[in-house]
Every structure is written in C-alpha cells, then in structure tokens.
C-alpha cells in the first residue's frame, strides 16, 4: 500500500475545533452511550449475584472479568493496531450487545445459576480487553493532534455522565421490571453506539511519524483510509507477538512515552486503594456512613468533571508537561489530608481537590501520550497504559485494607500520597515530560 498524497491531507484547511466537530461529536456520543450501558450493566450483575448467591460467591461473580481483562490487554493492543481501532470498538460494542440482551432474554424466561452471569463477566472481561487500547486509540484518527486535550476533556464528560446517570439508572430499570430489564436496557445501549460508530471517517495515518526508533522521527511505510483497513506498521515479524514486541520496543526507546509510563503506574498505585477500599474504612470509623461515601465520591465527581469541563472549554493548557507534574503533587496533597478528614464536609471538600487536581494531570497524561505516540503503535501503548491503571493498580487493594486495619487511615493514606507525590516529582524533574506541550 503506498502512502497518501499530501494534497489528500488538506493541511492548509482551518481546523474545526472538536466541540463543533461532527466527526468528534458523534463518537462522544457513542463513547456516552457506551458508558452508559457500562455502569447499567455492572449495577444489574451485582443485583442478580447478589439475588442469586451469596454475598462472597456475588463479589467473586463481580471480580471474575478482571482475568481476562488483565491477561489479554496486552494482544488488544495489538489487535486495534493490525485491524484499527474503530473496527475493534464497533465490533467491542456489537458483542457486548448481543451478549446483554442475550442475556436479558434468558432471565426472562428461566432463573439460570451463578454459573451464567460468571460467563457473561468473563466475556466482558475479554472484550474490554479489546475495547479500551482501541478507544484510546481512536482520537488521534478523529481530530487534529491541536484539538486532543479538548477530546480528552470531552471524554472525561463523558465519563462522568456515565457514573453520574448510568448506576441511578440502572436501579431504576431493577425496581421497575428486574434485573432483566436493566440488562435488556444496557443492551438498548451498546446498540445505540453502532451506527454513530459506523459514520466515523477517520483521518489517514500521518506520514512522516516513527515507526519504532523511539526518536519521533522517520518514515511511516504505509497509511491508514477513512474506512479504517489496517494501520499499515510493518515494525513487527508479522505476528501478533512480533508486533507486541515492536510497540514494546517502540515505547522503551521513546525520549516521552516510556517516562509517561512511569508516570502513569506510580500515580494509579497511590490513588487506586485510598479512593477505593480507604473510603469504606474511613466512612466507618468516622461514622459517615454509606451516604458519607455517597457525598465524598459525589465530590470528587464534581472536581474530575470540572477539570475535563476545563480542557473542554479551553482546548489547550499551556506547558502541559509542567502543569500536570505540579497538579499531580497538589492532588497528592489532598490525598494525604483526606486520610486526616473528621468533619464530613472537609472530607468532601479534599474529594472535590483531588477530583480536580488528578483528573486535570490524567487527562494532560493521556492527552501528552495520544499527541507523541505513532498512531500506528497507539493501541499497543495506551494497552500498556491500561494494564498499569487496571492490571497492576487494582492489586494495591487488599494491602491497602489490611495496612489501615494494622496502622490506621491517617499513615496509609500518608504513604499513598507520596507514592503519587513521586510522580508528580518525576514528572518534574524528568526534562521530556517537564518541557512536553500540547500543539497549539
């Protein structure tokens, strides 16, 4: 395949900026709707586990899809980079809808065991796998590399509608006809994400882009179309573990990529147990209660969807790189201070600042990453990026509990935020990432 003209590319046309892009528009639309359908589907599997079972065979019905996500998040990369990553998505979505209303349709007419409901996890398990490298990798193909800051803003909207609106939802499709019309609902969804999806026209594959050197220069041998046939690296042996380990190679080498790596573990490792299994021991030994959890997740909402309103509505953060380093110590700050909280008012409060300090460097991080890499190595290195923050950060969780039963929430917490302090430092003192910007 040879490379596109430059003529084809237009470069001397105005750039739309993304908020009144159509192309952007309607995969923010597929993007919330997939979301949606997301956090409908996980409240009605935990109310049909635990309805179906016991409380511990429920959470073990809950955790069965982190396997499978875990194990091949690593070949999804691969897999959006070889076929591209909105056939990937358009095919992610497809199978989790006909999964769902599968599904939906069984409970209707039978009362299958814990056994269904496992399987249904693992293939969601499976097809995240699949599905988040390849959304990752599917806004530098929809918008100008100018306008990425604002898509990750959009997106974290998009985020935050769906964990906002999607649980309310989902109960009420639970109080309203069972479990089955909440699957039969998230179903609905997932559907509604395909034709918006399929009118994607995604940007051909720039030419000029690096191709595995880690330097950021080069020459790409092939390109990608609209119609989204292949990413056109050739870096690999020509198998799917040939080309696992090129984009492996590709990040290694990379002066921005494998620093934001770093970044990205050491910030997730601190944040994950706090805002996790710390809020539950917090709200109980402060006697907040489960709606005090309600209030400090609500906080800490209304920050992350400030910061993404902001990247929004400003599409660009000037000296991105220093910015997200100073942010990430400041979130960190409030991490520590949480542990300390007594009033339930504070607490929320320090919510709200980290919400707002970790979700603006999260999303500079992401919009930094989606801006250096090769779009053809982007699903394998935002596949990275995943098993850090979903394979590796989750595993902080059980010594998390038992360091707060052992040493109480004030010293853990402590820890934590200088674990995510040490990211925000590395990111500093790290010149690349210090002097990083987002094009303008």
Same mark, same amino acid.
Do not use: C, N
């Given at each position: 395949m040879t490379a596109t003209p #430059? &003529? %084809?590319a237009a470069p001397s046309r105005a750039v739309r900026p993304a908020h009144r892009d159509p192309g952007v528009l309607r995969w923010v639309g597929a993007y919330t709707a997939s979301t949606l359908g997301d956090s409908v589907?996980? +409240?009605?599997?935990?109310?049909? &586990?635990?309805?179906?079972?016991s409380p511990g065979q429920a959470g073990l019905v809950m955790a069965v899809a982190a396997v499978p996500r875990a194990l091949l998040l690593l070949g999804g990369g691969v897999v959006a980079d070889r076929l591209g990553p909105r056939r990937v998505v358009i095919g992610s979505d497809a199978v989790r809808c006909v999964v769902v209303l599968g599904l939906a349709a069984t409970? +209707?007419?039978?009362? #299958?065991?814990l056994w269904v409901l496992a399987a249904v996890a693992l293939v969601f398990g499976a @097809?995240? &796998?699949?599905?988040? =490298?390849? @959304?990752? &990798?599917l806004p530098p193909r929809i918008a100008a590399r100018d306008q990425l800051a604002r898509v990750q803003g959009m997106r974290g909207l998009a985020q935050r509608l769906g964990a906002v609106v999607g649980a309310p939802l989902g109960g009420l499709a639970v109080a309203v006809g069972g479990p089955s019309t909440a699957f039969g609902l998230a179903g609905l969804l997932f559907a509604f994400s395909l034709p918006l999806l399929g009118a994607l026209r995604l940007r051909p594959l720039p030419v000029g882009e690096s191709t595995g050197t880690g330097s950021g220069t080069g020459t790409d041998t092939d390109t990608d179309t609209d119609t989204d046939t292949g990413t056109g690296t050739r870096t690999g042996s020509g198998t799917a573990l040939g080309d696992l380990a090129a984009g492996l190679r590709y990040l290694r080498g990379h *002066?921005?990529?494998?620093?934001?790596?770093v970044i990205v573990l050491l910030s997730d490792l601190g944040f994950v147990g706090p805002l996790n299994v710390g809020l539950a021991v917090l709200a109980e030994q402060r006697g907040w209660g489960a709606s005090g959890i309600g209030w400090i997740l609500a906080g800490f909402g209304t920050g992350a969807g400030a910061a993404s309103l902001v990247l929004t509505v400003r599409g660009r953060v000037p000296r991105a790189g220093l910015v997200s380093g100073w942010t990430m110590l400041l979130g960190a700050a409030a991490i520590a201070a949480l542990g300390h909280a007594a009033p339930l008012p504070a607490a929320v409060g320090l919510a709200l600042a980290v919400g707002l300090f970790a979700g603006l460097s999260g999303a500079l991080c992401t919009a930094l990453l989606q801006t250096a890499c090769d779009p053809a190595y982007l699903g394998r290195v935002t596949a990275v990026a995943g098993l850090c923050s979903?394979?590796?950060? =989750?595993? %902080?969780?059980?010594?998390?509990? %038992?360091?707060?039963?052992?040493?109480? =929430?004030g010293p853990v917490y402590g820890v934590s935020a200088a674990v995510c302090a040490l990211s925000g430092v590395y990111g500093l003192v @790290?010149?690349? @990432? *210090?002097?990083?910007?987002? #094009?303008?």
């Open positions: #430059p &003529a %084809t589907y996980h +409240l009605a599997l935990a109310w049909a &586990a635990v309805s179906g079972g409970l +209707l007419v039978a009362s #299958p065991g @097809v995240d &796998a699949l599905f988040l =490298p390849a @959304v990752g &990798a *002066r921005l990529l494998g620093p934001l790596m979903l394979g590796l950060a =989750p595993l %902080t969780f059980p010594l998390t509990g %038992t360091a707060i039963g052992l040493w109480g =929430p @790290v010149t690349s @990432v *210090r002097k990083a910007e987002l #094009p303008g």
